[in-house]
């Protein structure tokens, strides 16, 4: 079993997706991503894990994907299947993913 770890200097990729939403959408918003994450992304070669936040006043989600690699990121947003739960997302609210990679980490 894969879980979110964050770390400086591992290989890994990250997805982070904002997505601004209408609070009246937001559930609905998060129901798709749950839907579209155990439905294909969990199958796709590379997949790391999921983590959705929902700000407390409704206007915006965050998807923190990991990923093994870019190459693993770039072919699944190529997937047709993918892609569909992408377009009803699309459709609840506006999008702006980005790839990143970790360049700190602070604890306690």
């Not at 990250?14 to 939403?21: A, G, H, P, R, W």
């Not at 997949?47 to 206007?59: C, E, H, K, P």
């Not at 994907?65 to 609840?92: C, F, H, M, V």
């Amino acid at each position: 079993m894969s879980e979110t770890v964050i770390r400086v200097g591992d290989e890994i990729a990250t997805l982070i997706n904002i997505f601004d939403v209408e609070p009246s959408k937001q559930q609905e918003l998060i129901a798709v991503l749950n839907e579209g994450t155990e439905k294909v992304m969990r199958n796709r070669p590379g997949f790391i894990s999921v983590n959705l936040l929902a700000s407390a006043d409704g206007t915006r989600v965050v998807n923190y994907a990991q990923w093994r690699s870019a190459d693993d990121i770039k072919a699944t947003l190529a997937d047709p299947e993918a892609g569909a739960y992408a377009k009803k997302a699309g459709e609840l609210a506006k999008a702006a993913p980005l790839v990143y990679k970790v360049v700190a980490v602070h604890h306690a």
